[in-house]
């Protein structure tokens, strides 16, 4: 049998021209590098622990039952369109219809890109808060639109609303907002998001919010968007199961918006996956109602492993920008007479035994973060005690 023949030779590349910047993403080089060296695994943002049993037997029980081993229904199974609609009644006093107003995805990251598949024209641009997490700039991308960075700078991280106001242009037709914000931890507060709700009124702009960190907001509390005066009718809401139930792996997500918005969403979400989580549907319906005790000793948690990280880079020299919600830290590497943090990531683990994330990788503007690093404190207490002792020997 003769072997198989490379591909023909062609003048054009492969790949799309839009995706050609975007190459194998940097979670992925680190994760590698981290199993490749045995080294702790602070960059990739997941739980090195499941979430609770009950929720765990919960989708072995829709399995045994034969519940969503097949095709589930297109928006989602009906438990958990209702569980979603009471979830943001029972937390931000926000109405929905499970019927026509809630998409159930496959996680956060496909309800970003059907939202963006879905709203976005070639040519339309889309402004969203820089550092972004890196699937917003390829969605946006393979939509045809621009993106309009608007940079969070140390040390607060907070958006500049005039800059926001002087980057809407006729040509603007969605803002891409994340609160709480991966990498730099930032909450928007009420008074920012009244201002950004403001500005999308007056020029009619379409939101699109990832929520998913909406329960791990240490001080304070976390603020819908779609809860502000004109928001509800423009706003698509997304969030998901993993980042609040610690079962990551299962990819459940999804979107409230009105029924326009929905539909619009569920017409590009149908020709990716179609479906997706079936079990797993059944059992974040039953985490969703979990009572509030949960929820709070999710949060305390969390905070703790927080402060060991934060208390623990500072020990080991770096500046610590200490966050306000999500599972991650960003420090600057400065102050250890370091000047570039892709390269620093790179060495990491051969000098000290610890993988973690540059944040230039999150920018346009690659020196903007050239010196940001970001650490995951989602890991368990001795993980990361470790992971402190490991970084002392900076």
Request: some cysteine; charged content about 20%; hydrophobic content about 45%.
């Amino acid at each position: 049998m003769a072997p198989m023949s490379a591909p023909a030779s062609s003048s054009r590349p492969f790949l799309n021209r839009r995706l050609a910047s975007f190459g194998t993403t940097i979670f992925a080089e680190m994760s590698a590098l981290a199993a490749r060296t045995g080294s702790i695994n602070l960059g990739q943002g997941f739980p090195d622990t499941d979430g609770p049993a009950e929720i765990a037997e919960a989708a072995v029980r829709a399995i045994r039952d034969g519940r969503g081993n097949q095709y589930p229904p297109a928006p989602g199974i009906p438990e958990l369109r209702t569980a979603i609609a009471a979830h943001q009644q029972r937390f931000y006093g926000l109405s929905y219809d499970p019927d026509t107003e809630v998409l159930v995805t496959a996680g956060a990251t496909e309800a970003i890109a059907a939202s963006l598949l879905a709203l976005l024209e070639p040519g339309d641009e889309v402004i969203a808060l820089e550092p972004f997490y890196d699937s917003y700039a390829a969605c946006i991308a393979m939509a045809g639109a621009v993106r309009v960075p608007l940079t969070l700078r140390a040390p607060g991280f907070r958006p500049d609303l005039d800059a926001l106001r002087d980057a809407v242009t006729p040509r603007t037709r969605l803002l891409l907002l994340n609160t709480p914000h991966n990498p730099t931890g930032t909450v928007l507060t009420r008074e920012e998001l009244a201002a950004i709700a403001e500005l999308a009124v007056e020029r009619d702009l379409l939101v699109v919010t990832d929520e998913v960190y909406e329960h791990l907001v240490f001080e304070g509390g976390h603020v819908p968007l779609a809860s502000l005066p004109g928001m509800r009718q423009r706003t698509v809401t997304i969030s998901s199961a993993g980042k609040t139930f610690s079962f990551t792996g299962w990819k459940v997500g999804w979107v409230t918006a009105p029924p326009a918005l929905v539909s619009a969403v569920r017409s590009a979400k149908q020709f990716l996956t179609y479906v997706s989580s079936g079990p797993f549907q059944y059992a974040v319906a039953e985490a969703l109602a979990l009572p509030g005790s949960y929820f709070d000793a999710f949060r305390a948690d969390l905070a703790a492993k927080r402060d060991l990280l934060c208390d623990g880079l500072a020990a080991a020299g770096f500046e610590v920008f200490r966050p306000q919600g999500t599972y991650f830290v960003t420090t600057d590497i400065s102050p250890l007479g370091e000047k570039d943090g892709l390269a620093f990531c790179r060495a990491l683990p051969e000098r000290c035994g610890v993988v973690a994330i540059p944040n230039q990788v999150f920018y346009d503007d690659t020196s903007a973060g050239a010196t940001q690093v970001r650490w995951a404190f989602c890991k368990q207490t001795h993980v990361l005690q470790e992971a402190v002792d490991r970084l002392r020997q900076l």
